[in-house]
């Protein structure tokens, strides 16, 4: 029994010895790495869609519609007399007012890594400091004038004929 008792305590003494040791050593080296800049420090903020009217020889084209998702830093962006949303939305107007060669019926003119690249700078040098560190695109599409009116006529349709079948009186199946 004295034996028993006498190894117990020796394993507890050397597993006591090992948990302080290692706490020791990992002291001396640090916790580990700092983080990556996608993996910590940073707070992602998604916009509602965007919807931008494009207009081309006095008419409306189509619209551009867009949902995307910024990076910051949590301290700068409280610092911020206005909300970051209305500063990216006015970004995206203006990149894609001042950049009329863009036509979205063709993918080949579309440079979405220029469109990032454009917002998060502009942003950030119209504030001052580096608030936005990555802009990622959650959602983006064109429709037309076209598929707009379209869509249209297919709801307007749908629901004449949801109307309909709510006032046809009820029939049960024999």
């Known amino acids: 029994m004295i034996k028993f008792i006498a190894a117990a305590l020796w394993i507890c003494a050397v597993t006591l010895g090992a ?49 995307l998702v910024y990076t910051v830093e949590p301290d700068q962006i409280k610092k911020l007399s206005i909300p970051a949303t209305a500063l990216i939305t006015d970004q995206v107007y203006s ?25 998060r700078d502009t942003v950030n040098a119209r504030v001052g400091v580096e608030l936005v560190h990555d802009v990622l695109i959650d959602q983006v599409n064109f429709l037309s004038k076209d598929e707009i009116r379209d869509n249209a006529i297919r709801r307007r349709k749908n629901a004449g004929e949801t109307a309909q079948a709510m006032t046809k009186p009820f029939q049960p199946e024999h």
């Open 95 to 119: 990149y894609l007012y001042s950049n009329p060669q863009i036509d979205f019926t063709k993918k080949d003119t579309i440079d979405l890594d220029a469109f990032r690249k454009t917002i």
């Open 19 to 67: 948990v302080f040791y290692s706490f020791q050593e990992a002291g001396e080296r640090g916790v580990g790495e700092p983080p990556k800049p996608m993996l910590g420090g940073l707070d992602y903020v998604k916009t509602d869609i965007i919807s931008v009217p494009l207009i081309r020889d006095a008419k409306i084209d189509g619209y551009f519609l867009t949902k």
